[in-house]
């Protein structure tokens, strides 16, 4: 199956601060989605992004399919971004792969 | 729209026990893909079924196993639990994942603790 590999494994913030979370993939894909999972462990869609560039409000995201890596951006982070970030991917078989994700901490 | 619905949401069996859990999709979607995270080995792909067909299937053994009904709900079945099947089970499901538009969407999950 594809291979998924996310980086940081962590990732500690003040409050106002930027980052970027990165996700590499071993094959093509047809699918590339990012996730915040929330406290009680529900996965809610951030971006579908299998190519190009996308934002909303202070996240955006971009994928290089042709290199097969994405990347998540947060801006101006705020402690409700506080989490893990996962992202996932999925080929012919619709099956998602996920990465191991990455864990968000935003100090006040 | 009402988003994926699963039930229970937290269920406590002993070993040996069998466990029966439901999911809803999205109302329009006739995909449903079943996933288990465990804090060793992640979120794990189960299976997937499109018009209650299954169409693909991850490495797990034959104790897992699933269902879809002509309404799209979708039911997966693990029987003789073990410990180690003690988890979060979450539910997705896509509206078209053969076209080029496959996002999935996951519901709130049935976290499941065996004894």
């Known amino acids: 199956g594809i291979q998924v590999e996310q980086s940081p494994p962590d990732l500690i913030l003040q409050e106002g601060a930027n980052s970027t979370l990165r996700c590499n993939f071993s094959?093509?894909?047809?699918?590339l989605q990012w996730f915040h999972q929330n406290p009680w462990g529900q996965l809610i869609n951030l971006f579908y992004?299998?190519?190009g560039t996308k934002q909303n409000g202070r996240l955006s995201a971009t994928t290089v399919a042709t290199e097969r890596y994405s990347l998540l951006y947060i801006s101006s982070s705020q402690t409700t971004d506080s989490g893990v970030y996962f992202c996932?991917?999925?080929?012919?078989?619709?099956?998602?792969?996920f990465g191991a994700g990455t864990t968000v901490t935003v100090r006040a | 729209k009402a988003g994926v619905t699963q039930t229970p949401r937290y269920l406590i069996k002993t070993r040996g026990q069998q466990v029966t859990l439901s999911c809803s999709p999205i109302?329009?979607?006739?995909?449903v893909s079943w996933y288990q995270q465990t804090p060793g080995q992640g979120l794990q792909f189960l299976f997937e079924?499109?018009?209650?067909?299954?169409?693909n299937k991850g490495n797990f053994p034959g104790r897992f196993s699933g269902r879809q009904f002509s309404n799209s709900r979708s039911e997966m079945n693990v029987s003789t639990l073990e410990l180690g099947d003690s988890a979060l089970y979450l539910c997705?499901?896509?509206?078209?994942?053969?076209?080029?538009?496959?996002?999935?969407?996951f519901g709130p999950g049935t976290r499941l603790t065996v004894l």
């Open positions: 079924y499109f018009s209650e067909t299954q169409r």
């Open positions: 996932a991917v999925s080929a012919e078989d619709y099956k998602l792969s």
């Open positions: 992004i299998p190519s």
């Open positions: 094959d093509s894909v047809n699918n």
């Open positions: 997705a499901s896509s509206s078209n994942p053969s076209g080029s538009y496959n996002e999935q969407f």
């Open positions: 109302s329009g979607h006739r995909s």
